[in-house]
């Protein structure tokens, strides 16, 4: 049986999908771009704000079934320039410590 997560803490899904689902003990997220949760904007043209507001917003994502980053097995990054990688990496890399 699955369960569809929602939080009003991260951004509402723009599209056919849910912002994460529970099957059993597993927690799918998907889709974590960097809107505002407020706003529904995108935070700013740089990556690295896009990234902590990506990463904010999985954080209340998986807050709101009580997990952490500690949990997260698998992710996938979708960049339009790698030049950025390092900038991002950095940033994406602290919130798994």
């Known amino acids: 049986m699955k369960t569809i997560v929602s ?3 991260a951004p ?7 912002q994460a689902v529970r099957v059993g003990q597993w ?5 974590q771009i960097p ?13 690295a ?3 902590r507001q990506v990463l904010n917003n999985l954080t209340a994502v998986l807050k709101a079934e009580n997990l ?7 992710t996938t990054v979708f960049m339009t320039d ?3 990688f390092q900038t991002m ?3 994406y890399a602290s919130y798994f410590t």
């Open 7 to 9: 939080t009003t803490e």
């Open 12 to 18: 509402a899904a723009v599209g056919p999908y849910s």
């Open 27 to 31: 927690v799918f997220t998907a889709g």
């Open 35 to 47: 809107l505002d949760p407020k706003t529904g904007q995108i935070v700013s043209e740089d990556i």
């Open 49 to 51: 704000e896009q990234t």
């Open 68 to 74: 952490t980053f500690d949990h997260i097995i698998k």
């Open 82 to 84: 790698l030049g950025q």
């Open 89 to 91: 990496n950095e940033i």
